[in-house]
């Protein structure tokens, strides 16, 4: 596709159970980006993987949270023992270097019952 | 840190009317600055950006945005609301040292009323 996609759309899951979130970006895309976006809290940054670069994990709350990019392409982000706090909407983006333009998917919301 | 403020979490206009969303950042160094929207159920799409160059940028939609570095702004503006424009509007500035690590401002929730 043309754009960034993200699977599953929605998914609820269990109080303690692993999650998987993943994110194709677009074809080219060096930088990939994941944000958290919480009721009326914006986008909480989350992680950022350019190219072939050390990624930027400086946005992960906890270490429950952990993301891979693989290949330069697909990205996974893995949330351990979900907490009911780690419910909400998980956006990534690409962009080509130094575009300075953020491409984001639909999102995946997540629901921690 | 690089930080967005964004005044006002809801801004309400008729149809017809000027829209104004505030957004101030904080920097020491002249920033990126970018405005994203988000229609209901859906992703983020750039409005307009600014990087360099002429400090008034217009974007898609009627939509512009004036950087004014004295006073550390960039406010959103439109002369004229339309139905369509009602959605959350995001400010976001680029980190420092010109990183592409976005960060973004808690949103404007927008609604036109008719």
């Known amino acids: 596709g043309a754009g960034v996609s993200q699977s599953p759309s929605n998914k609820v899951t269990e109080k303690g159970k692993d999650v998987e979130l993943r994110c194709d970006p677009i074809?080219?895309?060096?930088?990939l980006y994941w944000y958290r976006q919480s009721l009326g809290q914006g986008l909480e940054f989350l992680i950022y993987f350019q190219g072939n670069s050390a990624p930027d994990k400086s946005g992960l709350p906890s270490d429950r949270f952990s993301a891979e990019r693989t290949g330069g392409s697909v990205s996974t982000l893995t949330i351990q023992r979900t907490q009911q706090e780690d419910s909400a909407v998980y956006l990534c983006a690409s962009s080509l270097v130094s575009s300075y333009e953020a491409f984001f998917g639909q999102g995946t919301r997540l629901t921690v019952v | 840190a690089q930080s967005v403020t964004q005044l006002g979490s809801h801004v309400s206009v008729s149809e017809g009317a000027l829209v104004l969303l505030r957004c101030n950042y904080s920097?020491?160094?002249?920033?990126?600055l970018f405005w994203y929207v988000q229609y209901p159920n859906q992703g983020l799409q750039l409005l307009l950006k600014?990087?360099?160059?002429?400090?008034l940028v217009k974007g898609i939609n009627g939509f512009e945005a004036e950087f004014k570095k004295s006073e550390t702004s960039f406010h959103l503006t439109k002369p004229s609301a339309h139905m369509s424009d009602a959605a959350e509007y995001f400010c976001?500035?680029?980190?420092?040292?010109?990183?592409?690590?976005?960060?973004f401002g808690k949103g404007t929730k927008l609604t036109v009323n008719p």
């Open positions: 976001a500035v680029s980190e420092e040292g010109g990183s592409e690590k976005l960060v």
């Open positions: 600014y990087t360099t160059g002429a400090t």
């Open positions: 074809s080219g895309h060096t930088a």
């Open positions: 920097s020491s160094v002249p920033p990126y």
